[in-house]
């Protein structure tokens, strides 16, 4: 299972932005969930949803101001991001889950990553 985002540069505070991320027809099944990763901290959940679309969860840090959707003709999962902060700032990464039905908010429990995408949030 190949995982592919995109999306990702450099964007001012209060900037929104949305992050793509290209699956196959296997994910199509799969929760998916977008992790990031800022330098020097550890990997931490985003968003996650699956794979009708129906349970989404997001972390505190970004719920109200995110939404993640799915495209499962195209095999596409999006993240999109309003009012942007400094902190969020880190390499972003899609991931899928072949065995849960609601997404996970632990990265243990992804089987599938794709290499990230670079969110650089800088004025």
């Known amino acids: 299972v190949q995982l592919q985002a995109s999306g990702g540069g450099l964007v001012q505070p209060g900037d929104s932005l949305t992050l793509s991320c290209q699956g196959s027809?296997?994910?199509?099944?799969?929760?998916v969930g977008w992790f990031r990763q800022a330098p020097g901290k550890e990997r931490e959940f985003v968003a996650g949803?699956?794979?009708?679309?129906?349970?989404?969860d997001y972390a505190d840090s970004v719920k109200g101001r995110s939404a993640v959707s799915r495209d499962n003709v195209k095999h596409m999962i999006h993240l999109l991001m309003n009012n942007l902060k400094p902190e969020d700032t880190a390499v972003y990464y899609c991931?899928?889950?072949?065995?849960?039905?609601?997404?996970?908010?632990?990265?243990?429990?992804?089987?599938?990553w794709g290499p990230g995408t670079l969110v650089t949030v800088s004025s």
């Open positions: 027809v296997r994910t199509t099944n799969y929760v």
């Open positions: 949803l699956s794979w009708s679309g129906v349970y989404t």
């Open positions: 991931a899928a889950d072949r065995n849960s039905r609601t997404p996970s908010r632990q990265a243990k429990d992804y089987d599938f």
